[in-house]
């Protein structure tokens, strides 16, 4: 399987950066969720599932090593007043830090709910603002999407082929990266948001997912060597070719 797709998301479910090659530290792709938007009432963090507007939004490191946030109407901020106008709260962006604790998000208590009106909350990953302290970086491959637009699952590292599931608790090489393929990664309703780039609400994604493959599509890796990954470098189980 080669890479065809490699991609960062700066800020937690906003819109991410394509890359052609990336930078991955024991943490996951380097700057992959570094900041997140918390609302200043709540404490808690803003994800798609609870507020599906940060989806039409989109976030790119700078230069400088800060981030940016492309708001619907093309504005280019950081400024927490204009962001909170945006979402119609207050809000703070916050960035990650090694030591900060794990903060809570949101979820439905069903997952297959179109509308949910019950909500509880979970604790994600301290560090980079990642769902889960297992899932630091993400694989899915074309075999494995099928039809389904690839930018709903938001994987890191796209490839093109199939077989990323069979790899499931193995060591593998990606480009100057070692890698310990994990276990699938269980989907959630942000699968079933519209997106902008001609992305429509759909329901059936999840139902198909929970029907089908027990609710898990792509699987995680941890990142054992850090390196760089490229386009057009192959995943290589074990080190060796196929």
Avoid at 123 to 136: K, L, V
Avoid at 161 to 190: H, K, N, S, T, Y
Wanted: aromatic share 4%; net charge negative.
């Amino acid at each position: 399987m080669q890479v065809i797709e490699l991609w960062r998301y700066p800020v937690k479910s906003l819109q991410g950066e394509r890359l052609t090659e990336a930078q991955m530290g024991v943490l996951g792709t380097v700057g992959d969720r570094r900041w997140a938007l918390f609302d200043r009432g709540t404490g808690l963090g803003l994800t798609a599932r609870r507020v599906p507007e940060l989806l039409f939004g989109a976030a790119r490191v700078r230069p400088d090593g800060g981030v940016e946030v492309v708001l619907p109407d093309g504005t280019v901020t950081a400024d927490e007043d204009v962001l909170s106008d945006w979402l119609g709260r207050r809000v703070e962006l916050r960035e990650a830090t090694a030591d900060g604790a794990a903060p809570s998000y949101e979820t439905p208590a069903d997952e297959e709910v179109p509308d949910p009106t019950e909500w509880l909350q979970w604790e994600g990953a301290p560090g980079p603002f990642h769902d889960s302290p297992r899932i630091r970086l993400s694989l899915v491959s074309t075999g494995t999407i099928g039809t389904w637009d690839r930018r709903r699952f938001r994987a890191n590292v796209v490839l093109d082929g199939a077989g990323e599931e069979e790899l499931r608790g193995q060591e593998a090489d990606l480009g100057g990266v070692r890698l310990r393929l994990g276990v699938g990664i269980p989907r959630c309703v942000m699968t079933t948001r519209p997106q902008p780039g001609g992305i429509g609400r759909d329901t059936s994604v999840l139902k198909t997912i929970h029907r089908e493959r027990d609710g898990l599509l792509a699987v995680r890796a941890a990142v054992l060597d850090p390196g760089v990954v490229r386009v057009g470098d192959e995943l290589l189980p074990d080190g060796r070719a196929d």
